[in-house]
């Protein structure tokens, strides 16, 4: 699939902000063989003081920007044209045991940015949390397939959660989501990574874009027209990070667009950093993914 992508985040300041420090990861990702950004536009208003571009050890793309006048409104743009060709799943069976995939995750000794170490342990914003980890245990018997394992957890927060907008926030913890029950893709996601981790199987956190064509008479996917949240469960040496989407049931595919992976939310926050100023702001947040005849 081949998608143009306009973002559009404004922030309305209470009061004017005299200085502030970014950090934006609004870049899809690059991913040899999956994921190809051709072309990729920033704007700001007001226009920045100082910008630099670089990458985080994941990969991530990343522009920092200092805004060194008084301002009580920020607009950031994006326009991305990227090309998405996901990587068929492996057949279920065939993907190592949870118990062998959890001796080759401890067993490793690789800490690049690909190693399944960096989704083994606690986070900031995903602690362990026993109870989840009980409740996942009934989905990751020690014989069972780990895709297998992860394609029935994934289902199963489909049916056991309720996605409801506006019942958590962005700090809320994946243990108060699993209490309620319900929640958006971020709380999602990061109650399956949470569980995941907590027996031992190395998950990480994804930040994107979903793009849905619902069948006739059928529901659009949640989360279309936003950004979206998933995750990324390792599946051996061999088939390696594995997407899947716990809030729709399926596995990432080709209307999964990638910005960002990480531990957590923390890791992949779109907009992160320090302004000087008091008082509140309002947020908002316009997406647009455009399929593109080839």
């Not at 072309?39 to 226009?47: N, Q, R, T």
């Not at 950031?76 to 190592?96: G, K, M, Q, W, Y």
Request: one cysteine or more.
């Amino acid at each position: 699939m081949l998608y143009d992508i306009r973002q559009t985040t404004s922030y309305s300041y209470a009061v004017p902000v005299r200085v502030a420090r970014q950090v934006l990861r609004m870049t899809p990702m690059d991913r040899p063989g999956h994921q190809h950004v051709i072309a990729h536009v920033l704007d700001l208003s007001p226009e920045a003081a100082e910008l630099e571009r670089g990458t985080d050890f994941f990969g991530n793309g990343l522009t920092w920007l200092t805004l060194d006048q008084p301002h009580d409104y920020l607009q950031i743009s994006t326009r991305s044209r990227v090309d998405v060709n996901a990587t068929p799943l492996p057949e279920v069976s065939a993907t190592p045991s949870v118990d062998d995939v959890r001796a080759a995750a401890a067993g490793a000794f690789d800490l690049g940015p690909r190693s399944p170490v960096h989704g083994l342990f606690p986070s900031r914003a995903i602690p362990v949390d026993a109870a989840i980890t009980e409740w996942t245990s009934a989905s990751c018997p020690g014989d069972r397939p780990i895709l297998e394992a992860g394609l029935e957890l994934m289902h199963r927060i489909k049916d056991d959660f309720t996605y409801e907008p506006g019942s958590t926030i962005v700090t809320t913890t994946p243990h108060e989501a699993f209490v309620a029950r319900r929640g958006v893709c971020q709380d999602f996601a990061q109650v399956m990574i949470a569980g995941l981790r907590g027996l031992g199987l190395p998950a990480r956190y994804v930040s994107g874009y979903l793009r849905t064509v619902p069948p006739e008479g059928q529901a659009r996917l949640e989360g279309a027209d936003a950004t979206h949240a998933w995750l990324e469960i390792w599946c051996g040496a061999e088939a390696g990070w594995i997407g899947l989407d716990p809030t729709n049931a399926i596995p990432a595919g080709d209307d999964h667009i990638i910005l960002a992976v990480g531990r957590d939310y923390a890791d992949v926050a779109p907009v992160d950093g320090v302004i000087v100023s008091s008082g509140d702001h309002l947020l908002s947040v316009g997406v647009d993914v455009i399929p593109v005849e080839r």
